[in-house]
């Protein structure tokens, strides 16, 4: 791995957008050097903006584990997400150690901050039966209710992540193969199955409305999915047509794209499938990743006991 080109010791003033250049580095150093998906990338730089934010006057190189730890205490009440306050702290993580290739800091002691596991809480998971009503929700009033039908059902029959569908090019469905190529986190290519449900839906669509939405755009597009204006359909646009269908029909309010990730993974575990073949499926780059859904189901009975045992 190319080391990237070595900070001065003393931190600059920080740049025009607001952004300290150190950020900027580390940035750059995650895009060119890790290959990390742009995604991946603005996340780490929200990240660190609200790092910055809390560090004020004091200097990185004289951070130690108290003061660390009172940032991870300030994160927490900014009422964060607990998924949400680990990748913070990962985001941490990740900066100190690009600051120990370039000699700013020797050591990085927000690796003694709390593992990950601390921060994690179990997924929110949809039953079967919510899962198949929200297949349906989508009605011939709606705009592109094909579209969005098919956006459903690839989220769930893959477990692909909102961005790796919305990047989901119309070459890489093969639907007589009932597999897709999706690109993940890193630029990393992968094969997910695809069900019949899913493939019926996605060749419903592709048949009554995508050569309409197609025929928008000032150019051939090479999305699966279009928005109205025959462009690719953006990520955030996802997760506000999950949000709304899982409203319609009465799921929880904090379903996401993710959920049906979460479900997805589940699901298949509760029926029996193996982790590591789930881990490559998900695209996780380690099995930990994987492991908290063996432990959604474990949790469910618990509750059920509780609820259900005389000594509950």
Aim: proline share 7%; aromatic share 8%.
């Amino acid at each position: 791995m190319t080391k990237p080109r070595k900070l001065p010791l003393k931190a600059p003033a920080p740049v025009k957008t607001g952004e300290h250049p150190w950020a900027t580095a580390f940035a750059e150093y995650q895009r060119s050097e890790c290959h990390l998906s742009a995604n991946t990338v603005a996340a780490y730089r929200r990240d660190l903006a609200k790092f910055f934010r809390w560090l004020g006057n004091r200097r990185v190189p004289a951070l130690r584990i108290r003061e660390l730890a009172d940032y991870a205490g300030w994160l927490h009440e900014q009422n964060l997400a607990p998924a949400s306050l680990a990748r913070h702290i990962v985001s941490l993580k990740l900066f100190f150690r690009y600051l120990q290739l370039e000699g700013i800091v020797t050591d990085n002691p927000v690796e003694l901050l709390g593992s990950q596991k601390l921060w994690q809480r179990v997924p929110v998971v949809l039953p079967p039966r919510v899962i198949d009503a929200l297949f349906t929700a989508p009605r011939a009033s709606d705009g592109c209710w094909r579209r969005d039908r098919a956006l459903l059902e690839l989220l769930y029959a893959t477990g692909c992540r909102a961005s790796e569908i919305a990047n989901l090019e119309q070459r890489n469905a093969h639907l007589d193969g009932g597999y897709c190529l999706c690109t993940g986190k890193g630029d990393k290519q992968r094969m997910v199955p695809l069900g019949k449900r899913a493939a019926a839906a996605i060749q419903e669509y592709l048949q009554h409305e995508r050569p309409r939405l197609a025929a928008q755009a000032p150019a051939p597009p090479g999305w699966l999915l279009l928005s109205r204006s025959g462009r690719q359909l953006r990520r955030e646009r996802i997760w506000e047509l999950v949000t709304r269908y899982a409203r319609r029909v009465g799921a929880p309010p904090k379903v996401s794209p993710h959920t049906l990730r979460h479900s997805f993974a589940t699901h298949l575990l509760a029926g029996g499938a193996d982790l590591r073949l789930v881990q490559e499926m998900l695209g996780h780059a380690s099995i930990t990743t994987t492991q908290i859904y063996t432990h959604v189901d474990h949790t469910r009975l618990k509750k059920v006991h509780q609820q259900f045992h005389p000594r509950g």
